[in-house]
T-cell receptor, first 114, second 109 residues
């Protein structure tokens, strides 16, 4: 079992370019999340999907869009990248439901926007 | 709004010394609190959660509702404890977690 996988691992974009970060899980979890990690800021939630077919904004959604393609996959899209989006992006999953269970994290994508 | 505060960005201790990583939270409901750890070149992983009341790798954390704190403690630091530690608060629907800004623990020999 791969757990939570993310592609790509590294990416360099120029301002204004677009790209999609992919996340997939084989844990049969209902909930999926996208975070960004910045020095001194910790992890901040961008978007989440509590269950297949639903998505909601997190703390810092501006400049991003998401798609919950199916139960396994949750993608994050940057339509027009900006230097402020330089960060490490983490996908995470959780069982979901009423009880707050552990979140399982992917290895991260390091994105640089020049 | 819920908030997690980790006042120390960096904590340096000597091997064998006690460790305490501070975490304070703000939440109107009944809190679900967690400590996550990120070792160098590894993914973020759960260290412990308050509801389990367990000790993992010698670490413990006690929820103090009066002081709204969930400090992480270990009596004797080991070199392998060097990592980034995040305190996280659950709540607000969607199984969401609110993370603190993290504390980098460095254990020196």
């Amino acid at each position: 079992n791969a757990g939570v996988t993310q592609t790509p691992k590294f990416q360099v974009l120029k301002t204004g370019q677009s790209m999609t970060l992919q996340c997939a899980q084989d844990m049969n979890h209902n909930s999926m999340y996208w975070y960004r990690q910045d020095p001194g800021m910790g992890l901040r939630l961008i978007y989440y999907s509590a269950s297949e077919g639903t998505t909601d904004k997190g703390e810092v959604p501006n400049g991003y869009n998401v798609s919950r393609l199916n139960k396994r996959e949750f993608s994050l899209r940057l339509e027009s990248a900006a230097p402020s989006q330089t960060s490490v992006y983490f996908c995470a999953t959780a069982v979901g439901g009423a009880i707050i269970y552990e979140q399982y994290f992917g290895p991260g994508t390091r994105l640089t926007v020049t | 709004a819920q908030r997690v505060t980790q006042p120390e960005k960096l904590l340096s201790v000597f091997k064998g010394a006690p460790v305490e990583l501070k975490c304070n939270y703000s939440y109107s409901g009944s809190p679900e609190l967690f400590w996550y750890v990120q070792y160098s070149r590894q993914r973020l992983q759960l260290l412990l959660r308050h509801i389990s009341r367990e000790s993992i790798k010698g670490f413990t954390a006690d929820l103090n509702k009066g002081e709204t704190s969930f400090h992480l403690k270990k009596p004797f630091a080991q070199e392998e404890d060097s990592a980034m530690y995040y305190c996280a608060l659950g709540g607000g629907g969607g199984n969401k977690l609110t993370f603190g800004t993290g504390t980098q623990l460095k254990v020196e020999l």
